[in-house]
């Protein structure tokens, strides 16, 4: 299969290699001037977590391009969520008919999200990956498991086509039947956690602050009623977040899901992305119904987006 990756970011650069190593062929889109600043290399330090954990160390080959051509069997999308506007307008004039899989965190609805293509050219999905770039040096890693939204009504052969190509390279899918209430819980809960980065400076260092995982439960909480005004339900493990005590939850994250040497702890090490945009995206949303988020604009105050909200 001929894939075309949308920008050479984290996870598109991951996925590409573990595609590429299973036979497709893989070539990255960039915006101009990027091909030369990127170079034709780059070197990866990342966990490979689909058959056991294995460290994959190399410099990589990689082919790109400033245009987008018409002869690829699917288009993959992994992009800033403040990006994929920009994105959607690109290949609405450009990918024609390529079925596109759009793998990515959103707060907007499905539909405007992407405007102006075509729901049923479009498949949304979610990566089971993390860490950061620096310096053409790639350092994170990705797990077994990819979120895929259930084929919607003219979707099933993109589905298939989709599920085909991660299977062929041993990524197992755990199939979502409510892809949008998903990705609400999924981005309000980037949103409790980029609070927390907000506040600390960056993502690897809010694992030296024990409090920072307890105020995540905290930060959901206040978000529940966003949450509800805009349609969403949220599901167990937003519930679990709001209904643990707040030191108990901090000690879960801490030792269990962010234990030292786990591949999530070593994922946000890794991690130096900006953030704040998730945070300033929910403020923008309770503003217009009224709903006091004071957790979130308070660490909006000191952030670059404080003028935004």
Same mark, same amino acid.
């Given at each position: 299969m001929r894939i075309l990756f949308f920008g050479r970011g984290l996870i598109s650069t991951q996925y590409a290699w573990a595609l590429e190593q299973a036979g497709h062929t893989v070539e990255f889109y960039v915006r101009k001037g990027r091909k030369e600043t990127f170079g034709s290399r780059i070197d990866l *330090? @990342?966990?490979?977590?689909? %058959?056991? #954990? #294995?460290l994959i160390k190399e410099s990589w080959s990689i082919k790109l391009h400033?245009?987008?051509?018409?002869?690829?069997?699917?288009?993959?999308?992994?992009?800033?969520?403040e990006q994929? =506007?920009?994105?959607?307008?690109l290949l609405s004039a450009a990918a024609g008919n390529t079925p596109i899989l759009i793998f990515n965190n959103l707060w907007q609805d499905l539909k405007s999200s992407i405007a102006p293509l075509p729901m049923n050219n479009v498949v949304f999905g979610f990566p089971g990956a993390g860490g950061g770039i620096e310096n053409n040096r790639l350092r994170g890693g990705f797990l077994k498991m990819v979120f895929l939204e259930k084929p919607r009504v003219g979707t099933k052969h993109i589905n298939q086509l989709i599920q085909a190509c991660f299977e062929s390279a041993h990524f197992k899918i755990s199939w979502v039947k409510d892809m949008q209430n998903w990705l609400w819980n999924h981005f309000a809960m980037n949103a409790a956690m980029e609070t927390e980065v907000l506040k600390r400076g960056s +993502?690897?260092?809010? @694992?030296?602050? #024990?409090?920072?995982?307890?105020?995540?439960?905290?930060?959901?909480? *206040? @978000?529940?009623p966003v949450l509800k005004a805009r349609g969403a339900k949220p599901d167990a493990i937003t519930l679990l977040l709001t209904k643990l005590p707040p030191a108990l939850? $901090?000690?879960? +994250?801490?030792?269990?899901?962010?234990? %030292? $040497?786990?591949? =999530?702890?070593? +994922? @946000?090490?890794?991690?130096?992305?900006?953030? $704040?945009?998730?945070?300033?995206?929910?403020?923008?949303?309770? %503003?217009?119904?009224?709903?006091?988020?004071p957790r979130l604009t308070k660490a909006l105050e000191n952030s670059e987006y404080a003028k935004q909200k």
């Open positions: *330090e @990342m966990w490979d977590a689909r %058959k056991g #954990k #294995k400033e245009e987008i051509l018409p002869h690829y069997d699917l288009i993959i999308v992994s992009v800033n969520t994929l =506007p920009e994105a959607a307008q +993502f690897p260092a809010i @694992m030296n602050h #024990k409090d920072s995982f307890s105020n995540v439960g905290l930060n959901i909480r *206040e @978000m529940i939850l $901090g000690v879960l +994250f801490n030792r269990v899901v962010f234990a %030292k $040497g786990s591949l =999530p702890r070593l +994922f @946000m090490e890794y991690n130096n992305s900006k953030a $704040g945009f998730a945070v300033l995206e929910v403020v923008r949303e309770a %503003k217009k119904t009224g709903i006091p988020l």
